[in-house]
């Protein structure tokens, strides 16, 4: 999705409603979109900013028809938040606008993976992902950052470099957020092909197989997900734990980073062309 038309877009929309901008952003998101704005509620400082942004997800979200593949608005605004501060303060991919989400939060029996193209506004996929064997069983609901925990690690990754290993072709992550994924790549927590992520699994034992800690996939994905993923793009993986957080969801310089001159203010007369911020 080009930002800058879309920033326009939205502008336009909204200079015939001058008073709405200045007083109450949030009423007219929450109007514009009940359903899946309203998980987008923590504070951005600037109205401007927190309209374009939260319009911006929303209509990424909406367009990629995610909520119909089962991924929570909650949890999307999340992952691309921290997506957005990732690519203001990390060394991404900048060839690609891929996001991966996995979200915990779901049984193992449901497909709870999503490779989202963000500049596209598309669902690449949405498959099932395996949890640690510590985290528990159709449920993930134990996590660690601790060497053979065998527990699953939640929090941002950027991806790393593909090798062959015991479990054929798999990729490497860098855990991103000290305390809850950070050593990750020394506790070999890698995606990686398993026997045991398949339909077959869920009708013998109604749930998928486990890792050691992995978010092990299936394994006729396996080479087309991580060449897709390889070399620095965004994982992130959701799950319950009260003491998670992550420098990452910082909406202000999220919100930044898509429209850093959302505050310029506009030229008071002349044609609606020159209001529009560009």
Not at 30 to 59: D, G, R
Not at 82 to 97: C, M, V
Not at 225 to 245: A, E, P, Q
Request: aromatic share 12%; with cysteine.
């Amino acid at each position: 999705m080009n930002k800058n038309f879309f920033k326009k877009s939205i502008l336009i929309s909204l200079a015939f409603s001058l008073t709405i901008i200045s007083k109450n952003f949030y009423s007219y998101t929450n109007h514009s979109s009940k359903n899946t704005i309203a998980a987008f509620n923590h504070k951005v400082n600037s109205p401007i900013e927190k309209v374009l942004y939260a319009a911006y997800l929303t209509n990424i979200y909406q367009t990629a028809n995610l909520y119909a593949s089962g991924l929570s608005a909650d949890v999307f605004y999340k992952a691309a938040t921290g997506f957005y501060n990732l690519k203001k303060t990390a060394n991404l991919n900048h060839d690609k606008s891929i996001l991966t989400i996995v979200d915990f939060n779901q049984p193992s029996h449901t497909k709870r993976m999503w490779i989202v193209d963000l500049q596209k506004s598309t669902l690449i996929l949405n498959t099932w992902v395996a949890h640690g064997q510590g985290s528990g069983d159709d449920m993930a609901s134990l996590f660690s950052n601790i060497d053979s925990s065998h527990q699953s690690s939640l929090g941002f990754y950027l991806t790393g470099e593909i090798y062959t290993g015991k479990h054929g072709s798999s990729l490497r992550l860098d855990g991103l957020d000290a305390n809850f994924n950070s050593n990750a790549r020394q506790r070999d927590i890698v995606i990686h092909g398993a026997p045991y992520v398949s339909q077959q699994t869920i009708n013998n034992i109604g749930r998928l197989g486990r890792s050691f800690g992995c978010p092990a996939v299936a394994p006729e994905l396996t080479y087309s997900i991580i060449n897709l993923l390889k070399d620095k793009t965004v994982l992130f993986i959701n799950g319950s734990d009260s003491k998670y957080n992550s420098k990452y969801l910082d909406q202000n310089i999220a919100a930044n980073y898509l429209f850093p001159n959302a505050n310029k203010p506009a030229p008071v007369q002349g044609t609606l062309n020159n209001a529009i911020i560009h």
